[in-house]
C-alpha cells in the first residue's frame, strides 16, 4: 500500500465523539466523588439523632443544674450567690459524711469488680460448680431494689435469721443495719449481691473475644489458676475490665437510693448518706433545689475524675502485663 494512503485512511475522530467521551468521564467523575463524599457524611449522619438526644436531654440539663447551683434558696431564690451554696455543703457534716462514704465506695470498688470477674471466670474454664453459677447468677438483677432491701431487712434485724445461725458459733447478736460502723459496708455488699450479674454478662461477652490458643498454651506449660488469670486473662480482657470498673462506679455512686431508702433511711446517726441520698433530702423534703443542684455538681465532678483517673491506672497496668 503506498505510504500516501496509509496516511490518508488515519482521520481524527470527530469532534463530537470525543466531546461525548469526555463527558462520560466527567460524570463518571462526579458520581465518583458524590459516593466518596456521601460515605464520608454517612457517620455523621447516623449518629446525629444519638448526640442530639444526649445534648439536649444530658448535656443541657447539667449545664442548667450547674448554673443554678450558683443561685440562692428561699428568700434569695432566683438570686446569684456565687459559691455559697458549695461553701455550704462543705460546712454539713452530713455532706462532709456522704464524701467519705464515697472513698470507701472508691476502696471497695476492686471487690464489686473482681467478684463478677472471678465468677465469669470459673463459667468460661468449666470449674466445677460452673453449671449453678451459670443458673443463679442473673436472678438477683431482675429484683427490685425495694424488694431486695426488704428481703434483707427480715435477713439482717437483730433477731432474724442470719443471728440465729451466728448465734451456736458464739457470733452475736449484730445489729448488721443499726451499727454505724458496719451499715454502709453492709448495705454495699447487699447492692454488689443485687447487681453482680449485669456485669457478669460483660466479662463473659469479652471472653467470648479471647483467644483459646493462649490458654491451651498456658495450660501445656503447666500455668496454675492464679498465674493465667494474672498473665492472660487479665491483660486480654484489659478493656472489659475498664468499662466494668467504670460502669460499677457509677451504680455504686447512683444507683443506691432504693437500697438507702428501704434499708437505713441515711442511718444510723447519718453513716450511710450518699451523695444522691443528701441531694434528695435536700431537694425532696428541705425545698432546697439550688443546694441540690449543687451537691449534684459535686457528684458529677467526683464521678469524672474517678473514672478518667481509675482508666489512666487500669491502661497503665494492661501496658505493664
Given at each position: 500500500m503506498p505510504i500516501g494512503n496509509a496516511q490518508s485512511s488515519v482521520r481524527p475522530a470527530p469532534a463530537g465523539r470525543t466531546d461525548a467521551a469526555t463527558d462520560r468521564r466527567r460524570t463518571g467523575a462526579t458520581r465518583a466523588a458524590g459516593r466518596l463524599r456521601s460515605e464520608r457524611l454517612a457517620p455523621y449522619v447516623l449518629v446525629a439523632p444519638a448526640v442530639l438526644i444526649i445534648v439536649v436531654l444530658r448535656l443541657y440539663p447539667?449545664?442548667?443544674?450547674?448554673?443554678?447551683?450558683?443561685?440562692?434558696?428561699?428568700?434569695?431564690d432566683g438570686t446569684a450567690v456565687g459559691v455559697d451554696n458549695y461553701r455550704e455543703l462543705l460546712a454539713d457534716p452530713l455532706f462532709r459524711t456522704a464524701l467519705g462514704n464515697v472513698g470507701w465506695l472508691v476502696l471497695l470498688l476492686p471487690v464489686a469488680v473482681a467478684i463478677p470477674g472471678l465468677l465469669a471466670t470459673f463459667i468460661y474454664l468449666r470449674v466445677p460448680g460452673h453449671r449453678l453459677y451459670r443458673s443463679v447468677y442473673f436472678f438477683p438483677a431482675v429484683l427490685s431494689p425495694v424488694i431486695v432491701g426488704a428481703i434483707f431487712n427480715l435477713l439482717l434485724a437483730v433477731d432474724g435469721p442470719l443471728n440465729s445461725l451466728l448465734g451456736p458459733a458464739g457470733v452475736g447478736p449484730i445489729d448488721w443495719l443499726g451499727d454505724p460502723d458496719i451499715a454502709m459496708f453492709v448495705v454495699v455488699g447487699v447492692h454488689v449481691w443485687a447487681t453482680f450479674g449485669m456485669s457478669l454478662v460483660v466479662f463473659l461477652a469479652g471472653f467470648a473475644t479471647l483467644d483459646a490458643?493462649?490458654?491451651?498454651?498456658?495450660?501445656?506449660?503447666?500455668?496454675?489458676?492464679?498465674?493465667?488469670?494474672?498473665h492472660v486473662i487479665v491483660p486480654g480482657l484489659s478493656r472489659t475490665i475498664q468499662f466494668v470498673f467504670v460502669t460499677t462506679m457509677i451504680g455504686m455512686l447512683t444507683s443506691m437510693f432504693g437500697l438507702l431508702f428501704v434499708m437505713t433511711s441515711g442511718g444510723p446517726e447519718g453513716s450511710t448518706y450518699l451523695p444522691e441520698y443528701y441531694i434528695w433530702i435536700q431537694q425532696g423534703q428541705m425545698n432546697r433545689?439550688?443546694?441540690?443542684?449543687?451537691?449534684?455538681?459535686?457528684?458529677?465532678?467526683?464521678?469524672?475524675?474517678?473514672?478518667?483517673?481509675?482508666i489512666k491506672l487500669l491502661s497503665r497496668a494492661g501496658r505493664e502485663n
Open positions: 447539667l449545664l442548667l443544674g450547674v448554673n443554678f447551683s450558683f443561685t440562692g434558696d428561699g428568700a434569695r490458643a493462649l490458654l491451651d498454651a498456658a495450660r501445656v506449660d503447666g500455668a496454675s489458676l492464679a498465674q493465667v488469670i494474672r433545689p439550688a443546694l441540690a443542684s449543687a451537691a449534684s455538681t459535686v457528684l458529677f465532678v467526683i464521678m469524672l475524675v474517678v473514672g478518667l483517673v481509675q
